[in-house]
Each structure stands twice: as structure tokens, then as C-alpha cells.
């Protein structure tokens, strides 16, 4: 896939380490549940984390600002691939690139994609992190309610006529109800 300046491709083991890297990045590691648990990431969980993933598709942003060799700058991904709410996330662990349009442009590629084959979308956001706020919002995502951890639950209906859609938590995560209609 190709946006502006940038590509996207599908991560690779051979990515582990740069993407357990990034997540440690003080900027992006105090937005992760485990930064509020005091948990360290450490490679072993990293892996099985990786080998676990079945219901994800994650995609290595790739920059190439034409004056340096293209490089690898953040990732976005769709989790819970099975289910009738898959999430979208999304971090660019390159500061110097931040406002650039690398993250939306990266986002609107994977929204497309999406929404021939999901009817909506979630994201699950910090409540202080203002920037995935405005990313989002900005998307067409609402805030819907409450997310596991803190975090508030975004979601995007990719400007389809909404319907009623019953939010609740089972085992501390948001899960879907669909609508009796």
C-alpha cells in the first residue's frame, strides 16, 4: 500500500525487535496498559505475544522523505479480526516525523480497507492522549464509552447510518451486542 511518502507492509518476525523497541519509546510506552502496571517489556513475552497473534494484522509504516533512505517508522494494526468489532491502532515511534500526515495517511489506507468487509470499527485510547484523540476524531471515530484499563472506546461506522449498538463488558474488555433491530 502507498500513501504520502510512505508504504505500508506487513510485519515480519524479522520486525520483532524494532516493533519491542518502539513500544518502550517514553512517548508511546506511558499510553500501554502495562506502562500503569509497572510491567517491563521484555522479549520473551514480546515472542510469545507475536506467536499468539492470530486475529491480528499488523503493518510496518515504511517513510521515505526522498532526501534519506526509506525507513521504518511506526506501525499500524486491525486486532480481533473474528469478531463483528475489530480494532485499529496505530504509533509512530519517529518523533521527528509527527504531524506529517505519516500516521492519518497510514490510518485512512487501513480505514479503507476495512470497511469492505467491517461494518465498524473500534479504537481503544488513553483518555490523555490527545493526539490519538484528534487522529481519530478527525477520522469520523465517536467515543462510545469505556475500554479496558482506563482507556476510553472509539468507533468509527464508516459514515453508514448508526444504529443502537448495546456496549458492555465482559471480562474487562468492551464486547459487542448487536442491535435486536
Known amino acids: 500500500m502507498v500513501l504520502r511518502r510512505a508504504t505500508l507492509r506487513k510485519a515480519k518476525e524479522a520486525d520483532l525487535?524494532?516493533?519491542?523497541a518502539w513500544a518502550q519509546v517514553p512517548q508511546y510506552?506511558?499510553?500501554?496498559?502495562?506502562?500503569?502496571?509497572?510491567?517491563?517489556?521484555?522479549?520473551?513475552?514480546?515472542y510469545s505475544w507475536w506467536k499468539s497473534r492470530?486475529?491480528?494484522v499488523d503493518w510496518?509504516?515504511?517513510?521515505?522523505?526522498?532526501q534519506t533512505r526509506p525507513r521504518a517508522v511506526g506501525v499500524v494494526h486491525v486486532a480481533n479480526l473474528d469478531t463483528v468489532h475489530p480494532e485499529v491502532?496505530?504509533?509512530?515511534?519517529?518523533?521527528d516525523i509527527w504531524g506529517r500526515g505519516i500516521g492519518r495517511g497510514a490510518l485512512e489506507l487501513v480505514l479503507d480497507k476495512s470497511k469492505k468487509v467491517y461494518d465498524r470499527l473500534w479504537a481503544?485510547?488513553?483518555p490523555d492522549n490527545k493526539r490519538s484523540i484528534r487522529l481519530f476524531t478527525g477520522l469520523g471515530f465517536k467515543e462510545i464509552g469505556s475500554a479496558r484499563e482506563g482507556q476510553c472506546l472509539y468507533e468509527c461506522t464508516f459514515g453508514r447510518p448508526e444504529s443502537t449498538v448495546p456496549v458492555?463488558?465482559?471480562r474487562g474488555r468492551p464486547s459487542y451486542s448487536p442491535s435486536p433491530i
Do not use: C, F, T
Not at 491502532?89 to 518523533?95: F, P, S
Open 17 to 20: 525487535e524494532l516493533m519491542l
Open 29 to 46: 510506552w506511558q499510553y500501554l496498559p502495562s506502562s500503569r502496571k509497572g510491567e517491563r517489556l521484555v522479549w520473551e513475552n514480546h
Open 54 to 56: 492470530e486475529d491480528r
Open 60 to 66: 510496518i509504516i515504511i517513510y521515505d522523505d526522498k
Open 89 to 95: 491502532g496505530l504509533y509512530i515511534a519517529d518523533e
Open 124 to 126: 481503544v485510547i488513553h
Open 168 to 170: 458492555r463488558q465482559v
